[in-house]
């Protein structure tokens, strides 16, 4: 059974830094493209970013660009995203997500439940 | 960046009848779309990718269509579970990008 639990969210500062981590199981994880989707409160999904199964290509939506950094560790089987340069809109659940098929599929089969991020003073 | 559009951002419908759903896209995706369901408190469900390709364990009732840059999600007899918040999403080039929901209430 494919399992995604995402950790480090949690209250940081306008300006201050998160990392994200997202442990997975339950499949051949270095097989598998994967994806950082986020929900801010009362809106709708938005997609992030994403990561090939090896580590590369990586890609990114404008609004994060040059301040998230997606990343993976395949000996972990564990996905990261490094948020830094924090504002208040970037409040959000994130969510940690696995590609619907092998190679670098461009669409989502599984999520994980997600971390609330809280940018706050 | 390809902005895609869904409406009406609310149905009100009733158990058993048919939902019909839009979704836009700013530019030709040709038929590189999915749509995902979304209930509170719980992680999206895939639904359709490639337009109209119900996901595994996806039941009939669920259907899509179009390409291009109109696309439509049809549920045929609304059941009291799919009572949700419908996403569509392209995949045909970077960035990929999600339409803003229609919420699908009694």
């Known amino acids: 059974e494919v399992q995604l639990l995402e950790s480090g969210g949690g209250l940081v500062q306008p300006g201050g830094s998160l990392r994200l981590s997202c442990a997975a199981s339950?499949?051949?994880?270095?097989?598998?493209?994967m994806y950082w989707v986020r929900q801010a409160p009362g809106k709708g999904l938005e997609w992030l970013s994403a990561?090939?199964?090896?580590?590369?290509?990586?890609f990114y939506a404008d609004s994060v660009k040059g301040r998230f950094t997606i990343s993976r560790d395949n000996s972990k089987n564990t996905l990261y995203l490094q948020m830094s340069s924090l504002s208040p809109e970037d409040t959000a659940v994130y969510y940690c997500?696995?590609?619907?098929?092998?190679?670098?599929?461009?669409?989502?089969?599984?999520w994980g439940q997600g971390t609330l991020v809280t940018v706050s003073s | 960046e390809i902005v895609m559009t869904q409406s009406p951002a609310a149905l009100s419908v009733s158990p058993g009848e048919r939902a019909t759903l839009s979704c836009r896209a700013s530019?030709?995706?040709?038929?590189?779309l999915a749509w995902y369901q979304h209930k509170p408190g719980q992680a999206p469900r895939l639904l359709i990718d490639?337009?109209?390709t119900r996901a595994t364990g996806v039941p009939a009732r669920f259907s899509g269509s179009g390409s291009g840059t109109e696309f439509t999600l049809t549920i045929s007899s609304l059941q009291s579970e799919d009572f949700a918040v419908y996403y569509c999403?392209?995949?045909?080039?970077?960035?990929?990008?999600f339409g803003g929901g229609t919420k699908v209430e009694i």
């Open positions: 997500a696995k590609a619907a098929g092998g190679a670098f599929t461009p669409w989502i089969g599984y």
């Open positions: 339950g499949f051949t994880f270095n097989s598998y493209a």
């Open positions: 990561i090939g199964g090896s580590g590369d290509p990586t």
């Open positions: 530019q030709s995706v040709s038929s590189n």
């Open positions: 490639g337009a109209s």
């Open positions: 999403q392209h995949y045909n080039n970077w960035p990929l990008s």
